[in-house]
């Protein structure tokens, strides 16, 4: 590993929430120095002019969607790492619902080796809660957890018997296991396309109540309240969930809540002529809710801030609305997406990076997100005012579904480093 200094910077610490002129120092692989009177030591150091750009912690997207096994065609491990890299993430936190699920711990496994050999950004697995995530029967918690997961899921797959979800919890508790659930009604959501109100009932589409969030959000606190199990709520994304959230926080119960950048810069109008690329599980919100969510970001009833990837194919999106897949790629536009926050004077970077890279990572029990001395060099340098316009074509991933197709947008990373290694320069 190479000594490498980032001199005259703008260091972002979410930590302490500050923006200060300075440089950085990394040495075999973790941050060395900090601060403003830094100096290079050494002729073999390696000298980056940051030109003033912008250094923060590399982003913790938890939530990514890999298509290894069984779906390589839309996202393999090679792919989503180069598209992490360009999009400033530093590590992603992978979901178990693949063809088939990620259920035993052979498959985690050879998701490991898969990732360990193609992948350039760190990648934790996690397994799925259920076997086949059918919600029937639990998964071989503690034996997954040996073989590395760190977190168990069902996914968009709401476990409906509260039985077999309690058992479940209670396992995952007596082994300090994690687990992260999709708050919703699974039988007031099935069939949804989007949300109901006066423009589903225009446009003629099956939609779902903002209520089925919330008594999702109800269900879910009453057994984390029985079992105390650690808990995580992966997107969170209407009004009438957030005062739940936030007594639940109160009462001092485990829970971190997540929400996903499309949640927080489209809403349900965005749909427009039925266009599929805007479909999304849960279904994108109405104006009233974005600003909610916003404002649970800012006061910290809401933790994490995560691009839940989700790759599909031509074919899966190119369908009637109601038939179209759900889900849209976010790696590599998850940060300029952010940066609309900033821009637009609703998020200031600290917190936005508190919400993308020090909370996951606290969620995790890592020590990134933070510009620490003793941290990994885990790090992104950017431009947040560069402007351009997206095209889907030029995204790394291989599936091409993002809602910001021909967007304005602002904000370039520049260079990515993981491990103190550069492994993306813009």
Known sequence: MSTVFLQNAHLIDPENGTVDQGNLLIKEGVIAARGAVVSAPGKETRIIDCAGKYLAPGIIDIGVKVCEPGERHKESFKSAGLAAAAGGITTIVTRPDTVPAIDTPETLEFIRRRAMDASIVNVLPMAALTKRREGREMTEIGFLQDAGAVGFTDCDRVVRDVKVLTRALSYARSLGAWVMGHPQDPYLSEGAAVTSGKFATLRGLPGVSPLAERMGVDRDISLIEMTGASYHFDQITTARAVPALARAKSNGLNITAGTSIHHLTLNEFDVAEYRTFFKLKPPLRSEDDRLAIIDALKDGTIDIISSMHTPQDEESKRL?????????????????AALRLYHGGLLDLPS???AMSLNPAKRL?????????????DLVLFDPDAPFVLNRF?????SKNTPF??????GKVLRTFVNGNEVYQR
Request: hydrophobic share 45%; charged share 25%.
């Open 320 to 336: 009637p609305f109601e038939e179209a897949a759900s889900g849209a790629v976010g790696l590599e536009t998850l940060l300029p």
């Open 352 to 354: 936005l990076f508190r």
């Open 365 to 377: 029990g890592l020590p990134a997100g933070r510009l620490e001395v003793g941290a990994p060099a």
């Open 394 to 398: 030029g995204l790394l991933s291989k």
């Open 405 to 410: 197709d021909e967007a304005r947008m602002q």
